[in-house]
């Protein structure tokens, strides 16, 4: 066989596997852009420190300030099957600068709404309850006379009636499930030791921090 009749099956095999590789590079860079990309904050601001007022006599809740994450799918595809969850929670010890793992049922955090959305559109806002501070009321009776004292407690809200934290500082781990993405963890610091609902620093934040910043603080 001449070489003028063997040159055209070259070109001809290289224009196969140049079009497999070039089919598979770009399936790779659409799989990359069409997916959901999670981006979790905790803004200072109302949306995430909102004070809900349910002090009226129909009413048979206590006020408190709510305390919320900010989700937003950065992406070009809708996160299906999505949920949040928080399976652990950490606690500071004492003034050390260690953080212990708490006794704690796994549950699954609603939005602002009270509801659960499954399905998370591109580029839109959603906002997530993930703990609160309830102020309370405790009626006493002293010598006939009726006395009133106020005292507040931090939940972590979910499933069921949430669970209380007390004072201190928390890193709450959460957890972001959906399709057609891994499951991606964000870490919520919070630190809470008034007896009211101040968002002073000198009593209150809450924060994102990244996975390096919570294995520093959760070092022994």
Not at 12 to 25: E, Q, R
Not at 62 to 78: A, D, F, M, Q, V
Not at 117 to 142: C, G, Q, R, W
Request: glycine residues 6%.
């Amino acid at each position: 066989m001449e070489w003028y009749e063997i040159v055209p099956n070259w070109i001809t095999s290289i224009g196969t596997v140049g079009a497999v590789v070039v089919a598979l590079f770009s399936k790779g860079i659409r799989d990359r852009y069409n997916r959901p990309k999670i981006s979790i904050t905790c803004p200072e601001n109302k949306q995430c420190q909102e004070k809900i007022n349910n002090d009226s006599e129909s009413s048979d809740s206590s006020p408190e300030l709510r305390i919320r994450i900010k989700l937003e799918n950065k992406g070009n595809y809708i996160a299906n099957h999505a949920s949040i969850n928080v399976d652990c929670i950490y606690k500071r010890r004492g003034n050390e600068n260690v953080f212990v793992q708490e006794d704690f049922t796994p549950i699954q955090m609603k939005d602002y709404r009270n509801s659960k959305p499954t399905s998370i559109a591109p580029h839109l806002v959603y906002y997530f309850d993930i703990a609160s501070i309830h102020k309370y009321d405790d009626m006493t009776n002293e010598g006939g006379n009726v006395k009133s004292k106020q005292f507040y407690k931090l939940y972590l809200l979910g499933d069921g009636n949430g669970q209380e934290l007390g004072k201190g500082t928390f890193i709450i781990p959460i957890k972001f499930y959906s399709s057609r993405i891994k499951v991606s963890v964000h870490y919520l610091k919070i630190y809470w030791d008034s007896d009211d609902f101040t968002t002073d620093k000198m009593h209150f934040s809450a924060e994102i921090i990244t996975k390096e910043e919570f294995a520093e603080l959760n070092k022994k």
